[in-house]
C-alpha cells in the first residue's frame, strides 16, 4: 500500500512562491505517473501537473506555465511543486497523487493513491 504525504502549504501575498512536497512511503514505489492536483471549494479537483516517474515528460494545466515547476527525487520517493507568483486563484487544498499504469495522466480517474493535502492560500 502507498501512502502519500503533502507538505508545504500555507498563506502567502499574491506574487510570492511556495514549494510543496510529497512524500511517498511504501517498499517498492514505481508508479507511473505522479501528479499534483487542486480543490478550491465548491469546484471540481482540478489537474495542476504531472510528471513521468522515470523519464522526463512533464505536463501542466495550461493557467500556470511558467509559473509552476514539478521535480521529483526518485531516491527519496519525493514529487514537488515549486509555485511562483502565485495568484489568488491558485488557493486551493493540493493533492499528491500516484498513478500505477500507462494511460492518462490529467483526471482524477487516472491516479490511484492519494494524498490528504495541503492547503495554499493566496491573499490580493
Known amino acids: 500500500q502507498v501512502q502519500l504525504v503533502e507538505s508545504g502549504g500555507g498563506l502567502v501575498q499574491a506574487g510570492g512562491s511556495l514549494r510543496l512536497s510529497c512524500a511517498a512511503s511504501a517498499r517498492t514505489f514505481s508508479p507511473y505517473f505522479m501528479g499534483w492536483f487542486r480543490q478550491a471549494p465548491g469546484n471540481e479537483r482540478e489537474f495542476v501537473a504531472a510528471i513521468r516517474w522515470t523519464g522526463t515528460s512533464i505536463y501542466y494545466v495550461d493557467s500556470v506555465k511558467g509559473r509552476f515547476t514539478i521535480s521529483k527525487d526518485n531516491a527519496k520517493k519525493m514529487v514537488y511543486l515549486q509555485m511562483n507568483s502565485l495568484k489568488p486563484e491558485d488557493t486551493a487544498v493540493y493533492h499528491c497523487?500516484?498513478?500505477?499504469?500507462?494511460?492518462?495522466?490529467?483526471?482524477?480517474?487516472?491516479?490511484?493513491?492519494w494524498g490528504q493535502g495541503t492547503q495554499v492560500t493566496v491573499s490580493s
Open positions: 497523487a500516484a498513478g500505477r499504469y500507462f494511460g492518462g495522466y490529467a483526471t482524477a480517474h487516472d491516479y490511484d493513491y
